[in-house]
């Protein structure tokens, strides 16, 4: 099915998934603060991640560059001159717009037709002043990209591990912009996350980085397949040439089909050895490989595999929402794949008044949460409603300790129902194979 902007947002919001960043002084448009919930998502797609890309390869070396960098860095990489988006202005209200969001003959804020002057360039990046005197040479800028703090050390790595070509550096970390007109939830924020990978390669074998490119666009799909996205809302976009960032050779794009449009989730670029050549030109550092076999020193060129974290979460949210039933057992589920479902199961006494029944359901919680660490306790409102309520933060499983797990019919002693999120069929299952069945589900 089909969910709206609205339904997401206020789910979000109803269940502490993520709310407006500043709320209770109206909010600061273009960011958003996460609650306990949206943190174990997004922690889960971000660990995900990481297993898949760097600890699951062996040519990969982490990375966690500072946010904040000589601002020699942002010159040299062409971030000052040329990170910018057209903006227009009403001549009427004074709203602005990035020009290629809207359509120019009308204002969207106050109606008025034909009443924007030419575009000019606004640069996107947060300035600021590092240290007590404001002067230029104190200034710099929050990173619109985690990409630059890999290159930048790009020879740190090659100094002190030595790797052989090829082999990438990845990192996970905020980026900032500021965007002329943040919108659609998180997916356009003004400070979000990204998950980077620079991947450098010999550029003397043009047919094996060709190679290496498509093989970084399929590990970027085997990745949305992992977080359960439905590949039918995945679409391959060859970016042509006037479109592309002037120093990528190739850049594929993938878009997702958001509640409002296609747009795009991750890029993939080729972006030769543009970066590595123009820090070497700016620093005075020699960026170069030494080729041990040829002998030869060259400059590797980089593919970049770029994630936005804040567009993953959203598209995971809009790919897992669901509604079924009618009347009274009408119900709004997240189907979220196990694998990055904030909670993995949810465990309840049938009655919260029977000690008895809360002792064993407690005991159960400990043993489950000690190994799965993801567990919920819930002992609120009746068996119906702890359903209700789990099913609409994606919980797969529910656990309920009832009397016939304290033996009141013998032969189900130290059984338990298990309830699966998605058909709503309940099944008993032992003490002893509960552990072993949610490990086999929850992989
Ligand atoms: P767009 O055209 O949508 O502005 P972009 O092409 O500028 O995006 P890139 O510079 O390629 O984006 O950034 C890499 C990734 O970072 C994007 O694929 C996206 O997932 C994420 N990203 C970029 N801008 C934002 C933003 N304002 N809010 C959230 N995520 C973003």
Redesign the pocket.
């Given at each position: 099915m089909s969910v709206t902007m609205e339904q997401l947002v206020s789910l979000c919001k109803r269940r502490g998934f993520i709310f407006q960043g500043s709320e209770i002084y109206g909010g600061l448009a273009g960011t958003w603060d996460y609650g306990p919930l949206g943190v174990a998502l997004k922690n889960n797609i971000k660990n995900l991640w990481w297993k898949q890309f760097v600890d699951g390869r062996n040519d990969m070396y982490a990375v966690d560059a500072a946010i904040l960098m000589n601002q020699a860095v942002w010159k040299a990489s062409g971030h000052v001159a040329g990170f910018n988006d057209p903006l227009v202005e009403c001549s009427k209200c004074k709203a602005r717009f990035r020009e290629d969001q809207i359509d120019t003959s009308v204002c969207p804020v106050c109606d008025e037709k034909g009443t924007f002057g030419p575009a000019r360039q606004f640069n996107m990046m947060f300035k600021t002043s590092i240290g007590a005197v404001e002067s230029e040479d104190a200034m710099s800028y929050l990173r619109p990209?985690t990409a630059q703090g890999m290159f930048v050390n790009f020879k740190n790595i090659l100094d002190t591990y030595h790797p052989k070509l090829p082999f990438g550096l990845a990192q996970i970390g905020k980026a900032f912009?500021n965007?002329i007109a943040?919108r659609d939830f998180?997916?356009?924020?003004?400070e979000?996350e990204?998950m980077e990978i620079e991947y450098f390669v010999d550029p003397r074998d043009e047919g094996a980085a060709a190679q290496t490119f498509d093989a970084l666009y399929d590990e970027q799909l085997r990745f949305l397949s992992v977080l359960g996205l439905s590949s039918a809302n995945v679409h391959k976009i060859d970016v042509p040439a006037e479109d592309r960032a002037h120093y990528s050779k190739r850049s594929v794009d993938t878009e997702y089909d958001f509640p409002f449009g296609q747009?795009?989730?991750?890029?993939l670029a080729y972006r030769t050895d543009y970066d590595l050549a123009a820090h070497a030109t700016a620093s005075g550092a020699d960026l170069s490989y030494f080729d041990e076999e040829t002998k030869e020193r060259i400059v590797p060129h980089c593919i970049e595999p770029?994630?936005?974290v804040?567009?993953l979460v959203l598209a995971v949210l809009s790919d897992a929402y669901r509604e079924d039933g009618e009347g009274e057992n009408k119900r709004t589920y997240l189907q979220f794949a196990p694998t990055v479902a904030p909670i993995k199961a949810c465990v309840s006494p049938l009655l919260k008044n029977k000690p008895e029944l809360v002792a064993k359901a407690q005991e159960v919680f400990a043993v489950l949460k000690s190994r799965f660490s993801a567990i919920a306790y819930d002992d609120n409102g009746n068996i119906g409603k702890r359903y209700r309520r789990q099913d609409e933060i994606g919980t797969p499983y529910c656990i309920v300790i009832d009397f016939d797990t304290l033996g009141e019919i013998p032969e189900l002693v130290d059984t338990v129902t298990v309830r699966d999120r998605d058909s709503g069929t309940q099944q008993r299952i032992s003490l002893a194979d509960l552990g072993a069945f949610l490990a086999e589900k929850l992989q």
């Open positions: 990209e912009r965007e943040p998180v997916f356009r924020s003004r979000f990204q747009k795009e989730l991750l890029g770029t994630f936005g804040e567009r």
